[in-house]
């Protein structure tokens, strides 16, 4: 909610590191194939790879989020301070911003903030977040419906023929299975996105 002077802004905030994310990316599909190696060939080398690829890429997932909850946003000249976290968005590394609903997106080279306002003042989240950065890039779907749902029928296909193959032991369903999977669930989420 803003106070009297519209000056502050209350909304929950929260932060992701850009480098982790993309290095996230990269790590799923080993501890994917490193899961599915250590069930085909169960061995201690196998199970401590698995696992140890798995800690990494959930440990690397983890660290790159960091929720501050509901906060009180301080507008100030050249930028926004994040109630007593000690975090500043600096209107000068601001790259660009979006919003979608009740959810504001502000993107700098390293680094993004989620905003989150509560229900009915969305509206003027806007207004203060235009005010301090300019108008917002507007975003439109980047797949059609059908696309989505295609790549999600490839991904669930994927998820339903991979343990029915480990299940049956064949091995050449298991690999399909296995790599609809991997190329479903990435172009589901990349067609789902929304872009400038």
Known sequence: ????????????????????????????????????????????????????????????????????????LRFERGGISVGATGVRIERIRVSRWTLAGRAARIYERDQSFKIVAGEGVEQELEALLERQFGAPTRLFPRGSFRARMIALGVATSGLVLA??????DVMWLFTVGLLAFLLGVPTFLALSQRVA
């Open 1 to 72: 909610m803003r106070s009297a002077e519209g000056s502050t802004f209350e909304a929950k905030v929260a932060r992701y590191n850009i480098a982790r994310i993309r290095l996230f990316q990269v790590l799923m599909p080993l501890a994917l194939g490193t899961g599915a190696l250590a069930r085909h060939n169960p061995t201690l080398l196998t199970g401590v790879l698995a696992f140890g690829a798995q800690a990494v890429c959930l440990g690397v997932f983890l660290s790159a989020l960091r929720r501050f909850g509901w906060q009180v």
């Open 163 to 168: 343990p029915l193959a480990i299940v049956n």
